[in-house]
């Protein structure tokens, strides 16, 4: 796991989302943009966290223990782009 001071939306966070993803919640939200990705930071995590989203339906996997806690530490650290 990338250190926590070391995090960027780029490399890091950006790739946690599929094109799925971001075509599906772009009326919402854009999850490819880091802007928006961190202002909803407390609501996509606890989507993940929950395995609510990416819904179950959609035949993606759910997240992993570590790219919620990625996500959080990110979020968690200001969001560096
Ligand atoms: C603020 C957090 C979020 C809210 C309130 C939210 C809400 C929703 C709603 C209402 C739908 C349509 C109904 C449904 O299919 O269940 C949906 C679909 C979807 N969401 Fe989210 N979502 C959030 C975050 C996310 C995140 C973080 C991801 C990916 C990691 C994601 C991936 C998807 C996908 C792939 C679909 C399409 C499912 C399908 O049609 O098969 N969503 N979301």
């Known amino acids: ?3 926590a001071s070391n995090l960027s939306f780029a490399r890091d966070i950006r790739p946690l989302f599929t094109e799925t993803d971001v075509a599906h919640m772009h009326a919402m ?3 490819s943009d880091r802007d ?3 202002e909803n930071a407390d609501a996509i995590y606890a989507t993940v966290s929950n395995g609510s989203m990416p819904p179950p339906s959609s035949g993606e996997a759910r997240w992993t223990q570590e790219m919620c806690a990625t996500f959080k530490r990110w979020a968690d ?4 782009a």
Do not use: I, N, Q
């Not at 650290?77 to 560096?80: A, F, L, S, V």
């Open 1 to 3: 796991m990338p250190d």
């Open 29 to 31: 939200m854009d999850l």
């Open 36 to 38: 928006s990705v961190f």
């Open 77 to 80: 650290d200001g969001g560096p």
